[in-house]
């Protein structure tokens, strides 16, 4: 891929929004002068990811993960960098200088991951182009669409296609455009056997699968042919970006509509998603005829708390779902049920109803899962006194699987007067049942942990700016990052330089009359400055890096704030200036204006922070050189002559007065 120029990435970086960015994956709400939601990366009952619109940085606290607007789509999305910038600059209507295509030679060096979403980007096209293009396409894909009533607009947006009945006409073209045949392969459009290979849809339409940003992470295909024998849908088979039961079907159309009505209609198919938003209401997704997984649940969670979900008149299907209910209850969601007449699904009501007509009818028929659950089941097993305690038994175990309290102190009294059962019988099965649940969750946890113990150490616990997550200020970034490296006034000058490098302070200054004179200068030029006459380096190789560029741009008479490291695309430096960036604490305005309260801050005592930062710095490299020769002494002493053995001792000598000198203007006491 052709490289983005250096302005166009500036523009893009300047023009992006990270709250709009990360609100597109995150429901989140405004906490102060910053947006909180729950983590998009892991797990989480609290929210612990933090978004500064100010600063445009983000920070998830429960993984470590931070940095800009790009970092977070490339941990997020799994984009490269160019790949991040381009989706940035196709979303703020950025142009970029157009690439030539990529030769076979540029594919083979681009990573698996990529290279499996060039495959699929590549397949959605000419599926989409034989539906619209192709004769065979026309007359049974399209004509397909079409009879099913979808209109043109609606077939473009939700990049409909076809795969020609042809054995090998997808992959023949794909690999005479330069694809590898193992990547097709990988992906699952293509299949081998007997040295032969064929197309994985071939002679069925085409519903591309998308990830929440837009990629085609996979596909699925219908047979149009009616054959009892030939499966009705294929879907893409797993594969490193293709996980279905992590995926929900057209939730980057939904995500936007979901977050405004604060509710997430979940249905089965392709086709009921597609004639939903098509008769206007849009804040659906589907699980693809796949069983409803927890993976799924906290995707929606991100978005709303509530879900509706929306069944045709199948009681065998209804029954095998209500295990997505208890998972649903038991993430923390509201759940609420509708049933469509007998006969009828999400997709045909839809086509049949305005917009009006559906939500009407969703908002009168919609039944908390209680009245869903027991209506369904008793219809089914009658006045069976046995079965009706089961049935009781299986709605207040659905009631405990609920994490908060209030909300399942409102739903006993509904299952008591639902059953004619005393309130305290049903408390007591629902504290059974939680009981034992946390019984089991001890235990299991007790056996992580006693696992977690007998592994040994990850070489993770000594990276240098693998931070605690959740530090409080920056001096509990210092001491995490002691714990992690032996030289942690590295990782403080480091930090005074990148953070108030541009900054301005006066020092003394001995002048060629021998006179001392006060003199401004940058917290740069004199951290630099003094390493240079030294002949100091740093040692962790992030560290070098960052120093080379802010050298260098002194070479060039210009200084760098923070907020250019947070736009490189070296991603390490990136996380590591968020790390120092969003643990610049400052005390609200009003403790100063209202109550006169006045603290002092780093920034207060500048000056005295950067020299015992420098001093600190040049005492570690001391002693460690010290060190050093100690060792020499104690092991090869015998081994040394004379002169070598004086050299040894006269260094160490000037370098204990280095260090006391040193130590002096720090304002140590040394003792020996």
């Known amino acids: 891929m052709a490289i983005i120029p250096p302005h166009i990435v500036d523009d893009i970086m300047q023009t992006s929004r990270i709250e709009e960015v990360v609100g ?193 992470l996979g596909f699925g295909g219908r047979t149009l042919i009616t054959d009892k024998k030939i499966a009705k849908y294929f879907n893409s088979p797993e594969s490193l970006i293709y996980n279905k039961s992590e995926i929900l079907y057209g939730l980057h159309f939904a995500k936007g509509d979901i977050i405004k009505y604060d509710n997430c209609y979940l249905c089965e198919g392709y086709t009921d998603v597609i004639s939903m938003y098509q008769a206007g209401v849009q804040n659906v997704v589907s699980s693809s005829g796949t069983s409803l997984t927890r993976e799924q649940i906290r995707l929606i969670k991100r978005y709303t708390k509530n879900m509706t979900i929306l069944y045709d008149g199948d009681a065998a299907g209804i029954k095998a779902s209500f295990r997505g209910i208890d998972l649903i209850l038991e993430e923390g969601l509201n759940v609420k049920v509708v049933l469509f007449p007998e006969g009828e699904d999400p997709d045909s009501f839809a086509k049949k109803s305005s917009t009006t007509e559906l939500e009407s009818y969703i908002s009168e028929h919609q039944q908390d899962f209680i009245s869903f659950k027991a209506d369904i089941l008793l219809d089914s097993e009658g006045n069976d006194p046995i079965k009706k305690a089961q049935l009781i038994k299986d709605i207040t175990h659905s009631v405990s699987l609920i994490p908060d309290q209030i909300t399942r102190n409102v739903f006993i009294p509904e299952v008591a007067k639902r059953f004619d059962i005393k309130e305290d019988v049903i408390w007591a099965e629902v504290n059974k049942d939680r009981k034992a649940a946390a019984e089991k969750l001890q235990k299991e946890s007790l056996r992580k942990k006693s696992n977690l113990q007998e592994q040994k150490p990850t070489s993770s616990q000594n990276d240098p700016y693998a931070f605690e997550p959740n530090p409080i200020d920056d001096s509990a970034i210092a001491t995490s990052a002691k714990e992690k490296t032996d030289d942690h006034n590295e990782f403080d000058l480091m930090r005074i330089l990148l953070k108030y490098g541009s900054n301005a302070i006066k020092i003394d200054h001995i002048n060629e009359k021998d006179e001392k004179e006060e003199v401004e200068t940058s917290i740069a030029e004199l951290i630099c400055h003094e390493l240079h006459v030294d002949e100091l380096v740093f040692e962790i190789p992030l560290y070098q890096r960052i120093y080379k560029i802010i050298a260098e741009s002194l070479e060039n008479n210009t200084f760098l704030k923070i907020s250019y490291f947070q736009r490189l695309e070296d991603q390490e430096i990136v996380r590591f200036a968020t790390e120092i960036e969003m643990n610049d604490h400052e005390l609200s305005a009003n403790w100063i204006t209202k109550y006169n309260i006045h603290t002092s801050s780093e920034k207060d005592k500048l000056k005295h922070a950067v020299m015992s930062s420098i001093f600190g710095f040049k005492v570690s490299k001391v002693e460690k050189r010290i060190n050093e020769l100690r060792e020499i002494l104690s092991q090869k002493a015998q081994e040394l002559s004379d002169d070598e053995l004086m050299e040894i001792l006269s260094e160490q000598v000037a370098l204990e007065k280095v260090k006391k000198v040193i130590s002096e203007k720090m304002g140590r006491i040394i003792i020996n």
């Open 24 to 216: 597109e994956f995150v429901n989140l709400k405004r906490s102060g002068s910053n947006l909180k939601g729950l983590s998009p990366f892991t797990d989480e009952k609290t929210p612990s990811f933090v978004v500064s619109p100010a600063k445009q940085i983000f920070k998830c606290f429960s993984t470590g993960k931070g940095g800009s607007v790009v970092s977070f789509l490339m941990e997020k999305e799994h984009y490269s960098y160019p790949e991040a910038l381009r989706w940035l600059a196709d979303k703020y209507g950025i142009t970029i200088p157009e690439d030539k295509p990529a030769t076979p030679e540029e594919l083979a060096v681009i990573s698996e991951r990529e290279s499996l979403h060039v495959i699929n980007e590549f397949a959605k096209n000419h599926f989409i182009s034989n539906l619209h293009n192709n004769e065979e396409g026309k007359k049974i894909g399209l004509s397909y669409f079409i009879e099913r009533g979808f209109r043109p607009e609606i077939i473009e947006k939700f990049q409909l296609g076809y795969c020609l009945n042809k054995s090998d006409d997808f992959t023949s073209t794909a690999l005479d455009k330069g694809y590898k045949k193992k990547y097709l392969e990988k992906v699952g459009l293509t299949k081998s056997k007997n040295e032969r290979h064929f197309d994985f849809f071939r002679g069925r339409v085409i519903f591309p699968i998308h990830s929440v940003s837009g990629r085609v």
